[in-house]
Nanobody
Framework: QVQLVESGGGLVQPGGSLRLSCATSGFTLDRYAIGWFRQAPGKEREGVSCISSYDGSAYYANSVKGRFTISRDNAKNTVYLQMNTLKPEDTAVYYC?????????????????????WGQGTQVTVSS
């Protein structure tokens, strides 16, 4: 069955970096769009980044553009989210999600609608 497992979260100082991993199993990675989402305490979940199944295009929320990079290693069945220049407002639980039916438009706007498969989340805390 489809499984997603996030890792790599932790406590980091402002300006620091973390790399999150989303280890996948049960499906062919490049046939699924993979999205990263986050939810801060008291806030709604928001889209962070998405990598398209169609052509591997990467999309980012404006709040992370230029600081975060999404990548996919098909051989390792893993998707990464490299997060640089972290800010306190990046503090949240980060989730990866997968679905083969996500359209290019849904990926581009990083909508969480339509994702059937979700990981359990990993906590990222940015604080001095």
């Amino acid at each position: 069955q489809v499984q997603l497992v996030e890792s790599g979260g932790g406590l980091v100082q402002p300006g620091g970096s973390l790399r999150l991993s989303c280890a996948t199993s049960g499906f062919t990675l490049d046939r699924y769009a993979i999205g990263w989402f986050r939810q801060a305490p008291g806030k709604e979940r928001e889209g962070v980044s998405c990598i398209s199944s169609y052509d591997g295009s990467a999309y980012y929320a404006n709040s992370v553009k230029g600081r975060f990079t999404i990548s996919r290693d098909n051989a390792k069945n893993t998707v990464y989210l490299q997060m640089n220049t972290l800010k306190p407002e990046d503090t949240a639980v980060y989730y990866c999600a997968a679905d083969p039916r996500i359209t290019a438009l849904q990926c581009a706007i990083i909508s969480e609608d339509g994702y059937d498969y979700w990981g359990q989340g990993t906590q990222v805390t940015v604080s001095s």
